[in-house]
């Protein structure tokens, strides 16, 4: 069984920085890609970057130059590190996992429940 944990939401002052951190834990051989995700109210949930287990990232447009993601392959871990945030960047953000449980085995999505981020003064 594979779990996906996030932990780092909060409430944050426009202009401010926060990092949201996911552990991947349980029986399994490899973790592959690892991104985050956001959703907020109404809308459709988006991606906010990913990190391949090579180390190549990828972030939505709207967030190059202000959030960097980064990963520990050993430790089954992603982080997110956001700064410059706006309203508009409050969501639940959601961490995603590519994991494969044995060698034999196709990569399948696991996700973690989410953590709410809030941008406002």
């Known amino acids: 069984q594979v779990q996906v944990v996030e932990s780092g939401g909060g409430l944050v002052q426009p202009g401010g920085s926060l990092t949201l951190s996911c552990a991947v834990s349980?029986?399994?051989?490899?973790?592959?890609?690892m991104g985050w995700y956001r959703q907020a109210p109404g809308k459709m949930r988006e991606l906010v970057a990913d990190?391949?287990?090579?180390?190549?990232?990828t972030y939505a447009d709207s967030m190059k130059g202000r959030f960097t993601i980064s990963r520990d392959s050993a430790k089954n871990m992603v982080a997110l590190q956001m700064s410059s945030l706006k309203p508009e960047d409050t969501a639940v953000y959601y961490c995603?996992?590519?994991?494969?449980?044995?060698?034999?085995?196709?990569?399948?999505?696991?996700w973690g429940q989410g953590t709410q981020v809030t941008v406002s003064s």
């Open positions: 349980g029986t399994f051989w490899r973790v592959f890609d």
């Open positions: 995603k996992a590519d994991v494969a449980l044995t060698t034999y085995s196709s990569e399948r999505d696991y």
């Open positions: 990190i391949s287990f090579g180390g190549k990232t």
